[in-house]
């Protein structure tokens, strides 16, 4: 299997654009997670999906962001507009089952700068 | 929400030297994640861990649920082993399959 892959690797935008960032997750993971990582504040999970419906989505930060899974084997996150504090690096992960008590596989992450 | 603590934040050793990095957690757990993120910034888990110790090559992670801590060695360390060592546990009061993690270790191995 190829892993979880996340699409673009680097994106580098201006406030107030839109940003669109891609997951595929490992086949046959009933959960994905999109988790956004910083100096200040480490890694933090922004939502997560179960089965393609959106499960719990308290740490989107507010409006601007959110995220889609229309499918088993993708998955969205978006933001609109971009704004500087936005910039991270973004990581989507999937789990063949709950995310507490099995093992996370992480995707390469994607590299954000929104200047 | 549970607290997730890590010693030290950061850690240089020079080759061969055994290495520990601990993790304090505030709320009873189903399991605990070990994760290595790379310099390149990739996250890879090492550990999942419930109860007792495990074993992966030089990588050995206990875990005492009485007292919430648990503990990664790594024997003969290597610069390759320089890397970010995450701890991570279920958030369990807001949902199992909720991580929290721990603000991670940044460990340096010199040759």
């Known amino acids: 299997d190829a892993g979880v892959i996340q699409s673009p690797r680097h994106e580098v935008t201006e406030m107030g654009q839109e940003v669109t960032l891609r997951c595929k997750p490992i086949?046959?993971?009933?959960?994905l997670f999109w988790y956004r990582q910083t100096m200040m504040r480490g890694l933090e999970l922004l939502i997560y999906?179960?089965?393609?419906?959106?499960?719990?989505d308290s740490g989107m930060p507010e409006d601007r962001f959110s995220a889609k899974m229309p499918n088993a084997s993708f998955s969205t996150l978006k933001i609109q507009p971009s704004e500087p504090r936005d910039s991270a690096v973004y990581f989507c992960?999937?789990?063949?089952?709950?995310?507490?008590?099995?093992?996370?596989?992480f995707g390469p992450g994607t590299r954000l700068l929104v200047l | 929400k549970n607290e997730v603590e890590q010693s030290p934040q950061n850690l240089t050793a020079q080759e061969g030297e055994f290495i520990t990095i601990n993790c304090s957690y505030s709320v009873g757990i189903s399991a605990l994640h070990w994760l290595q993120q790379h310099p390149g910034g990739g996250i890879v888990s090492l550990f999942m861990l419930s109860s007792g110790k495990k074993k992966h090559g030089r990588l050995i992670a206990t875990i005492n649920i009485q007292e919430k801590h648990s503990s990664l060695h790594i024997t003969a360390s290597h610069p390759r082993d320089s890397a970010v060592y995450i701890c991570?546990?279920?958030?369990?009061?807001?949902?199992?399959?909720?991580?929290?993690f721990g603000q991670g270790t940044r460990l340096t191995i010199n040759p």
């Open positions: 991570a546990v279920p958030d369990l009061i807001q949902g199992a399959q909720k991580l929290v």
């Open positions: 999906f179960n089965n393609n419906v959106p499960i719990d």
């Open positions: 086949s046959g993971h009933d959960y």
């Open positions: 992960a999937s789990s063949p089952g709950t995310g507490g008590s099995e093992t996370q596989y």
